[in-house]
Protein backbone atom coordinates (compact mmCIF):
# COMPACT_ATOMS: atom_id res chain seq x y z
CA UNK A 1 0.00 0.00 0.00
CA UNK A 2 1.06 3.37 -0.88
CA UNK A 3 2.03 5.07 2.66
CA UNK A 4 1.24 8.36 1.45
CA UNK A 5 -2.05 7.88 1.93
CA UNK A 6 -2.20 7.60 5.64
CA UNK A 7 -0.41 10.54 6.22
CA UNK A 8 2.51 11.97 8.62
CA UNK A 9 3.28 9.00 10.66
CA UNK A 10 4.76 9.22 14.21
CA UNK A 11 6.84 6.48 15.83
CA UNK A 12 5.89 7.85 19.52
CA UNK A 13 2.19 8.11 18.67
CA UNK A 14 0.90 6.17 21.68
CA UNK A 15 2.66 8.79 23.92
CA UNK A 16 1.85 11.67 21.74
CA UNK A 17 -2.44 10.74 21.65
CA UNK A 18 -1.81 10.09 25.63
CA UNK A 19 -0.75 13.77 25.89
CA UNK A 20 -3.29 14.78 23.70
CA UNK A 21 -6.39 12.87 25.23
CA UNK A 22 -8.49 14.09 28.15
CA UNK A 23 -7.42 12.75 31.49
CA UNK B 1 -8.15 -46.67 30.72
CA UNK B 2 -11.93 -45.21 31.03
CA UNK B 3 -13.58 -43.53 28.54
CA UNK B 4 -12.54 -40.12 29.76
CA UNK B 5 -9.29 -40.62 28.55
CA UNK B 6 -7.88 -39.90 25.06
CA UNK B 7 -7.29 -41.80 22.36
CA UNK B 8 -6.20 -41.65 18.78
CA UNK B 9 -9.03 -42.79 16.16
CA UNK B 10 -7.99 -43.15 12.56
CA UNK B 11 -9.20 -40.32 10.49
CA UNK B 12 -9.04 -40.40 7.46
CA UNK B 13 -5.56 -38.75 5.15
CA UNK B 14 -6.21 -35.52 3.69
CA UNK B 15 -5.20 -34.85 -0.03
CA UNK B 16 -5.31 -31.38 0.83
CA UNK B 17 -2.33 -28.07 0.73
CA UNK B 18 0.48 -29.60 3.03
CA UNK B 19 -1.09 -31.92 5.36
CA UNK B 20 2.14 -32.77 6.38
CA UNK B 21 2.23 -29.52 8.84
CA UNK B 22 -0.97 -30.92 10.58
CA UNK B 23 -0.19 -34.15 12.57
CA UNK B 24 -3.32 -35.57 14.16
CA UNK B 25 -1.63 -36.51 17.90
CA UNK B 26 -4.86 -36.94 20.12
CA UNK B 27 -8.29 -36.96 20.53
CA UNK B 28 -9.78 -36.13 23.50
CA UNK B 29 -13.39 -38.22 23.97
CA UNK B 30 -16.26 -36.25 26.21
CA UNK B 31 -18.37 -38.99 27.92
CA UNK B 32 -21.44 -36.52 28.81
CA UNK B 33 -22.65 -36.35 25.30
CA UNK B 34 -23.72 -32.78 26.21
CA UNK B 35 -23.00 -29.88 23.60
CA UNK B 36 -19.14 -29.38 22.98
CA UNK B 37 -18.61 -25.04 22.94
CA UNK B 38 -14.86 -24.26 23.20
CA UNK B 39 -11.16 -25.69 23.95
CA UNK B 40 -8.43 -23.64 25.44
CA UNK B 41 -4.54 -24.68 26.95
CA UNK B 42 -3.34 -23.64 29.87
CA UNK B 43 -0.19 -23.89 32.69
CA UNK B 44 -1.56 -25.95 36.06
CA UNK B 45 0.70 -26.74 39.38
CA UNK B 46 0.32 -30.41 39.92
CA UNK B 47 2.39 -32.12 42.42
CA UNK B 48 4.89 -28.91 41.97
CA UNK B 49 5.70 -29.34 38.26
CA UNK B 50 3.97 -26.69 36.13
CA UNK B 51 1.97 -28.71 33.25
CA UNK B 52 0.35 -27.52 29.81
CA UNK B 53 -3.37 -28.56 29.87
CA UNK B 54 -5.93 -28.20 27.72
CA UNK B 55 -9.28 -27.09 29.06
CA UNK B 56 -12.61 -28.46 27.58
CA UNK B 57 -16.06 -26.45 27.86
CA UNK B 58 -19.37 -27.85 27.25
CA UNK B 59 -23.00 -26.63 28.08
CA UNK B 60 -22.77 -27.25 31.60
CA UNK B 61 -19.39 -28.29 32.13
CA UNK B 62 -15.48 -27.29 32.35
CA UNK B 63 -12.92 -29.55 32.56
CA UNK B 64 -9.45 -29.96 33.13
CA UNK B 65 -7.08 -32.70 31.45
CA UNK B 66 -3.55 -32.94 32.63
CA UNK B 67 -0.98 -34.64 30.11
CA UNK B 68 -0.18 -38.25 30.85
CA UNK B 69 2.72 -39.16 28.48
CA UNK B 70 3.31 -37.92 25.41
CA UNK B 71 -0.03 -37.09 23.41
CA UNK B 72 -2.30 -38.63 26.25
CA UNK B 73 -4.36 -36.66 28.44
CA UNK B 74 -6.67 -37.94 31.48
CA UNK B 75 -9.25 -35.42 32.93
CA UNK B 76 -8.70 -34.21 36.61
CA UNK B 77 -10.69 -31.96 37.42
CA UNK B 78 -14.57 -30.53 36.60
CA UNK B 79 -16.79 -27.04 37.21
CA UNK B 80 -20.20 -27.71 37.04
CA UNK B 81 -22.91 -24.97 36.20
CA UNK B 82 -26.45 -25.53 36.51
CA UNK B 83 -28.08 -22.55 35.81
CA UNK B 84 -26.23 -20.55 33.20
CA UNK B 85 -24.44 -22.31 30.05
CA UNK B 86 -21.11 -22.18 29.18
CA UNK B 87 -20.67 -19.62 26.38
CA UNK B 88 -16.55 -19.62 25.91
CA UNK B 89 -13.32 -20.17 27.75
CA UNK B 90 -11.73 -16.64 28.47
CA UNK B 91 -8.11 -17.68 27.93
CA UNK B 92 -5.59 -16.00 30.23
CA UNK B 93 -2.26 -15.24 28.82
CA UNK B 94 0.63 -16.15 31.32
CA UNK B 95 -1.13 -17.73 34.24
CA UNK B 96 -1.11 -20.85 36.16
CA UNK B 97 -4.05 -22.36 38.39
CA UNK B 98 -6.58 -20.30 36.56
CA UNK B 99 -9.42 -20.46 33.98
CA UNK B 100 -11.86 -18.11 33.34
CA UNK B 101 -15.15 -18.64 31.48
CA UNK B 102 -17.77 -16.79 29.94
CA UNK B 103 -21.56 -17.79 30.83
CA UNK B 104 -24.69 -16.79 28.99
CA UNK B 105 -27.24 -17.26 25.99
CA UNK B 106 -27.24 -15.01 23.48
CA UNK B 107 -25.54 -12.37 25.78
CA UNK B 108 -22.71 -12.96 28.57
CA UNK B 109 -24.28 -12.72 31.59
CA UNK B 110 -21.71 -13.72 34.19
CA UNK B 111 -17.84 -14.08 33.73
CA UNK B 112 -16.29 -16.66 36.91
CA UNK B 113 -13.10 -17.52 37.84
CA UNK B 114 -12.55 -21.02 38.00
CA UNK B 115 -9.67 -22.22 40.87
CA UNK B 116 -8.88 -25.82 41.97
CA UNK B 117 -8.51 -25.57 46.23
CA UNK B 118 -8.82 -28.62 48.13
CA UNK B 119 -9.46 -27.17 51.08
CA UNK B 120 -13.15 -26.37 52.30
CA UNK B 121 -11.80 -22.45 52.87
CA UNK B 122 -11.98 -21.68 49.32
CA UNK B 123 -14.40 -21.91 46.05
CA UNK B 124 -13.78 -23.12 43.11
CA UNK B 125 -15.61 -20.75 41.31
CA UNK B 126 -15.60 -16.90 41.58
CA UNK B 127 -18.27 -14.67 40.46
CA UNK B 128 -15.68 -11.78 38.67
CA UNK B 129 -18.94 -10.01 36.76
CA UNK B 130 -22.34 -10.13 36.06
CA UNK B 131 -24.56 -8.05 33.58
CA UNK B 132 -25.19 -7.57 30.22
CA UNK B 133 -21.71 -8.26 28.94
CA UNK B 134 -20.75 -8.04 25.11
CA UNK B 135 -17.19 -8.73 24.59
CA UNK B 136 -14.35 -10.25 27.21
CA UNK B 137 -10.81 -10.34 26.67
CA UNK B 138 -8.25 -12.39 29.65
CA UNK B 139 -4.57 -9.59 29.16
CA UNK B 140 -1.73 -10.17 30.54
CA UNK B 141 -1.11 -9.50 34.74
CA UNK B 142 -3.90 -11.49 36.02
CA UNK B 143 -6.12 -9.00 34.29
CA UNK B 144 -9.79 -9.16 32.58
CA UNK B 145 -11.65 -6.11 30.30
CA UNK B 146 -15.05 -6.56 30.10
CA UNK B 147 -17.46 -4.39 28.30
CA UNK B 148 -21.10 -4.30 29.75
CA UNK B 149 -23.82 -2.43 29.12
CA UNK B 150 -25.87 -0.17 31.91
CA UNK B 151 -29.79 1.56 31.04
CA UNK B 152 -27.76 4.61 29.82
CA UNK B 153 -24.52 3.98 28.89
CA UNK B 154 -21.69 1.43 28.22
CA UNK B 155 -18.87 0.52 31.33
CA UNK B 156 -15.45 -0.87 30.46
CA UNK B 157 -13.95 -2.29 33.29
CA UNK B 158 -10.56 -4.17 33.91
CA UNK B 159 -10.25 -6.29 36.93
CA UNK B 160 -7.35 -7.77 38.59
CA UNK B 161 -7.81 -11.60 39.72
CA UNK B 162 -6.30 -12.28 43.01
CA UNK B 163 -4.80 -15.63 44.13
CA UNK B 164 -7.78 -16.90 45.61
CA UNK B 165 -9.97 -16.04 42.50
CA UNK B 166 -12.09 -12.56 43.86
CA UNK B 167 -11.21 -9.38 42.26
CA UNK B 168 -8.11 -7.34 43.68
CA UNK B 169 -8.35 -4.70 42.08
CA UNK B 170 -10.97 -2.43 39.54
CA UNK B 171 -10.31 -0.24 36.90
CA UNK B 172 -13.05 1.57 34.37
CA UNK B 173 -11.79 2.71 31.18
CA UNK B 174 -13.24 5.65 29.50
CA UNK B 175 -16.69 4.29 27.97
CA UNK B 176 -17.30 4.52 24.75
CA UNK B 177 -20.77 5.15 22.88
CA UNK B 178 -21.36 2.21 20.66
CA UNK B 179 -20.92 -0.98 21.41
CA UNK B 180 -17.96 -2.99 21.88
CA UNK B 181 -17.39 -6.33 19.67
CA UNK B 182 -14.02 -7.11 20.82
CA UNK B 183 -11.02 -6.17 22.28
CA UNK B 184 -7.13 -6.82 21.72
CA UNK B 185 -4.66 -6.31 23.38
CA UNK B 186 -1.40 -4.25 20.86
CA UNK B 187 1.62 -6.89 20.71
CA UNK B 188 4.80 -5.28 22.11
CA UNK B 189 2.88 -1.95 23.46
CA UNK B 190 1.75 -3.19 27.11
CA UNK B 191 -0.11 0.09 28.01
CA UNK B 192 -2.41 -0.39 24.71
CA UNK B 193 -5.14 -1.41 24.81
CA UNK B 194 -7.90 -1.68 21.01
CA UNK B 195 -11.45 -2.31 20.58
CA UNK B 196 -13.63 -2.75 17.55
CA UNK B 197 -16.93 -1.30 17.80
CA UNK B 198 -20.59 -2.28 15.80
CA UNK B 199 -20.16 1.22 14.06
CA UNK B 200 -17.06 -0.15 11.85
CA UNK B 201 -15.03 1.76 13.94
CA UNK B 202 -11.53 1.15 15.97
CA UNK B 203 -10.87 2.76 19.15
CA UNK B 204 -7.50 2.68 21.59
CA UNK B 205 -7.24 3.15 25.21
CA UNK B 206 -4.31 3.80 27.13
CA UNK B 207 -4.94 0.71 30.06
CA UNK B 208 -2.55 2.88 32.71
CA UNK B 209 -4.65 5.98 32.44
CA UNK B 210 -8.12 4.34 31.31
CA UNK B 211 -8.01 7.76 28.41
CA UNK B 212 -9.76 6.79 25.56
CA UNK B 213 -6.89 7.67 22.91
CA UNK B 214 -8.79 7.92 19.50
CA UNK B 215 -11.64 6.95 17.67
CA UNK B 216 -10.83 5.50 14.19
CA UNK B 217 -13.21 4.44 11.17
CA UNK B 218 -12.57 1.51 9.44
CA UNK B 219 -15.08 1.96 6.35
CA UNK B 220 -18.09 -0.04 5.56
CA UNK B 221 -16.50 -2.82 4.12
CA UNK B 222 -15.12 -3.80 7.78
CA UNK B 223 -18.85 -4.20 8.88
CA UNK B 224 -19.25 -6.25 12.28
CA UNK B 225 -15.17 -6.99 12.27
CA UNK B 226 -13.34 -9.13 14.94
CA UNK B 227 -10.05 -8.30 15.77
CA UNK B 228 -7.83 -10.68 16.04
CA UNK B 229 -4.35 -9.64 16.27
CA UNK B 230 -2.95 -6.19 16.63
CA UNK B 231 0.79 -5.04 16.41
CA UNK B 232 2.21 -1.49 15.91
CA UNK B 233 5.64 -1.04 13.78
CA UNK B 234 6.96 1.91 12.48
CA UNK B 235 4.47 4.49 14.08
CA UNK B 236 1.91 2.42 11.99
CA UNK B 237 -0.88 0.14 13.56
CA UNK B 238 -1.38 -3.43 11.79
CA UNK B 239 -4.82 -5.19 12.37
CA UNK B 240 -5.69 -8.42 11.53
CA UNK B 241 -9.64 -8.68 11.73
CA UNK B 242 -12.20 -11.35 10.13
CA UNK B 243 -15.63 -10.65 8.90
CA UNK B 244 -18.58 -12.91 9.48
CA UNK B 245 -20.87 -10.65 7.49
CA UNK B 246 -18.36 -10.73 4.60
CA UNK B 247 -19.60 -11.65 1.27
CA UNK B 248 -18.76 -15.42 0.26
CA UNK B 249 -17.13 -14.45 -3.49
CA UNK B 250 -14.78 -11.48 -4.32
CA UNK B 251 -12.78 -11.24 -7.43
CA UNK B 252 -9.72 -13.12 -5.88
CA UNK B 253 -11.09 -15.94 -3.67
CA UNK B 254 -13.59 -15.58 -0.43
CA UNK B 255 -12.23 -13.49 1.87
CA UNK B 256 -11.87 -14.70 5.41
CA UNK B 257 -9.36 -12.50 7.40
CA UNK B 258 -7.63 -9.20 6.48
CA UNK B 259 -4.70 -7.18 7.13
CA UNK B 260 -5.17 -3.65 7.60
CA UNK B 261 -2.94 -0.60 8.33
CA UNK B 262 -4.11 2.21 10.38
CA UNK B 263 -2.03 5.54 11.36
CA UNK B 264 -3.27 6.54 14.58
CA UNK B 265 -1.75 9.71 14.39
CA UNK B 266 -4.56 10.76 11.29
CA UNK B 267 -7.22 7.63 11.98
CA UNK B 268 -6.37 6.83 8.36
CA UNK B 269 -6.65 3.66 7.49
CA UNK B 270 -6.11 1.03 4.12
CA UNK B 271 -6.32 -2.56 3.08
CA UNK B 272 -2.92 -4.32 3.15
CA UNK B 273 -3.57 -7.91 2.70
CA UNK B 274 -6.78 -9.93 2.03
CA UNK B 275 -6.67 -14.09 3.44
CA UNK B 276 -8.67 -16.03 1.00
CA UNK B 277 -9.61 -19.64 0.50
CA UNK B 278 -7.89 -21.35 -2.40
CA UNK B 279 -10.26 -21.72 -5.43
CA UNK B 280 -13.12 -24.40 -5.35
CA UNK B 281 -13.15 -23.80 -1.92
CA UNK B 282 -16.29 -22.12 -0.66
CA UNK B 283 -17.61 -20.59 3.09
CA UNK B 284 -16.92 -17.63 5.43
CA UNK B 285 -15.95 -16.67 8.84
CA UNK B 286 -17.92 -18.53 11.48
CA UNK B 287 -15.23 -18.76 14.13
CA UNK B 288 -11.13 -18.38 14.70
CA UNK B 289 -7.83 -17.89 16.05
CA UNK B 290 -4.46 -15.94 15.32
CA UNK B 291 -1.46 -16.82 17.21
CA UNK B 292 1.20 -15.36 15.91
CA UNK B 293 1.68 -15.53 12.43
CA UNK B 294 -0.90 -17.75 12.00
CA UNK B 295 -4.56 -17.74 11.75
CA UNK B 296 -7.00 -20.54 11.97
CA UNK B 297 -10.90 -20.46 11.19
CA UNK B 298 -14.11 -22.85 11.32
CA UNK B 299 -15.54 -22.57 7.90
CA UNK B 300 -19.53 -22.02 7.19
CA UNK B 301 -18.91 -25.21 4.77
CA UNK B 302 -18.01 -26.98 7.95
CA UNK B 303 -14.11 -26.75 6.98
CA UNK B 304 -10.72 -25.60 9.23
CA UNK B 305 -8.56 -23.40 7.19
CA UNK B 306 -5.27 -22.71 8.64
CA UNK B 307 -3.08 -19.25 6.42
CA UNK B 308 0.94 -17.93 7.26
CA UNK B 309 0.07 -14.44 7.77
CA UNK B 310 3.56 -13.73 6.52
CA UNK B 311 3.07 -15.82 3.06
CA UNK B 312 -0.45 -14.62 2.63
CA UNK B 313 -1.88 -17.94 1.66
CA UNK B 314 -4.15 -21.08 2.79
CA UNK B 315 -1.63 -23.62 4.27
CA UNK B 316 -3.72 -26.31 5.32
CA UNK B 317 -7.32 -27.67 4.96
CA UNK B 318 -8.85 -30.23 7.54
CA UNK B 319 -12.37 -31.30 5.71
CA UNK B 320 -15.05 -32.28 7.94
CA UNK B 321 -14.11 -35.86 9.60
CA UNK B 322 -16.73 -38.38 10.87
CA UNK B 323 -19.35 -36.68 9.45
CA UNK B 324 -19.41 -34.19 11.82
CA UNK B 325 -18.48 -30.21 10.68
CA UNK B 326 -15.79 -28.90 12.52
CA UNK B 327 -17.49 -26.20 15.45
CA UNK B 328 -14.17 -24.35 16.49
CA UNK B 329 -10.54 -24.08 16.65
CA UNK B 330 -7.92 -22.58 18.77
CA UNK B 331 -4.35 -22.47 18.89
CA UNK B 332 -2.55 -23.25 21.91
CA UNK B 333 -1.11 -21.25 23.94
CA UNK B 334 1.13 -23.06 25.39
CA UNK B 335 2.16 -24.95 22.63
CA UNK B 336 2.85 -25.47 18.91
CA UNK B 337 -0.97 -27.73 19.23
CA UNK B 338 -3.80 -26.75 17.05
CA UNK B 339 -6.73 -27.64 19.41
CA UNK B 340 -9.97 -28.57 16.79
CA UNK B 341 -13.81 -29.29 18.32
CA UNK B 342 -16.28 -31.01 17.18
CA UNK B 343 -20.69 -30.34 18.90
CA UNK B 344 -20.62 -33.73 19.84
CA UNK B 345 -17.78 -33.08 22.45
CA UNK B 346 -14.77 -34.46 20.43
CA UNK B 347 -11.57 -32.77 20.71
CA UNK B 348 -8.44 -33.06 18.21
CA UNK B 349 -5.19 -32.39 18.73
CA UNK B 350 -3.60 -31.53 15.83
Known amino acids: CNQADLGPISINWFEELSSEAPP | ?350
Open chain 2, 1 to 350: HSIEQTEITDVPAYDTLNPGNLQLVSKLKNPSGSCSVDVSATWWEIAGVKEPCIVTACEYAVSLWKPLDIWQWEKMYSWHFTEIPVLQIVPMPDVCNLVCVALGSLEIREIRALLCFSDAKNENQVLLNSGNIQAVLGLTKRRLVSSSRTLCDQQVEIVTIAEDGGSKEKQFLMPVEETIQTFAEVQGMQEALLGTTIMNNIVIWNLKTGQLLKKMPIGDSYQASICHKAYSEMGLLFVVLSHPCAKEKEPSGSPVFQLIVINPKTALSMGVMLYCLPQGQAGRFLEGDVKDNFAAAVLTSGTIAIWDLLLGHCTALLPPISDQNWSFVKWSGTDSHLLAGQKDGNIFVY
